[in-house]
């Protein structure tokens, strides 16, 4: 079963918006990070936050976490076309595996 | 530096055949792995390993094996292929708490 789940699933935005997309999560996690995905292409890690953290920042790119509420948010300020491409959400609870959620799709039209 | 090399990109089964997938890592990295994505579904964990000569199940094992006799290599072998296997499979090595991840291997199987 998966841990991690996006919303939304699409998103579709004008460039020089912000872009905000959501993870949940079910178990208690020792870390959270994103990860985009170009199309036809492997992951590339973005940011991780730690179970303790509540905010992180690097870059352009934001990561809140809700331990309380079993969630996270990434959010992309400033959004270029270049962003384009598929954001997951992956969550480590124990020493070896990390789980991944099924991806936002984002769309950031020129 | 390569970074995680997958051989080969593309392949064309017919049901009941074998294949060997092969992953290759140049960053001395303990930890390897193996994900096949599939639409809608994110990526689900099929083995991995945390060192030479060491491997373990993921989430969804069946009908595939592994091996990693060098640290370099993670062999991912598909016995009797079935059409369920039809996937994008991701080979992935760890540093720290990140993920790096080869371009994958588009596998179907008919």
């Known amino acids: 079963s998966q841990q991690g789940e996006e919303d939304p699933q699409a998103l579709s935005i004008q460039e020089g918006e912000n872009a905000t997309m959501n993870c949940s999560y079910k178990?208690?996690?020792?870390?959270l990070q994103w990860y985009r995905q170009n199309s036809g292409r492997g992951l590339v890690h973005l940011i991780l936050i730690r179970s303790n953290e509540r905010e992180k920042h690097s870059g352009r790119l934001r990561v809140t976490l809700d331990t309380s509420k079993k969630s996270s948010s990434l959010l992309i300020t400033a959004s270029r076309a270049a962003d384009t491409a598929s954001y997951f959400c992956?969550?480590?609870?124990?020493?070896?595996?990390?789980?991944f959620g099924t991806g936002t799709r984002l769309t950031v039209i020129p | 530096n390569a970074g995680v090399t997958q051989t080969p990109k593309f392949r064309v089964l017919k049901t009941g055949q074998s294949m060997t997938l092969l992953c290759a890592q140049d960053m001395n990295h303990e930890y390897m792995y193996w994900y096949r994505q599939d639409p809608g579904m994110g990526l689900r964990l099929i083995h991995y390993?945390?060192?030479?000569?060491?491997?373990a199940k993921g989430e969804v094992p069946d009908g595939y094996n592994v091996s990693r006799l060098k640290k370099q290599n993670f062999l991912l072998g598909l016995e009797s292929a079935a059409p369920s296997q039809t996937s994008v499979y991701f080979c992935?090595?760890?540093?720290?708490?990140?993920?790096?991840f080869g371009s994958g291997t588009q596998l179907s199987v008919l």
């Open positions: 390993s945390v060192g030479e000569g060491t491997t």
């Open positions: 992935a090595s760890r540093r720290n708490e990140k993920l790096f």
């Open positions: 178990t208690s996690i020792n870390n």
């Open positions: 992956a969550t480590r609870t124990g020493a070896n595996n990390l789980f």
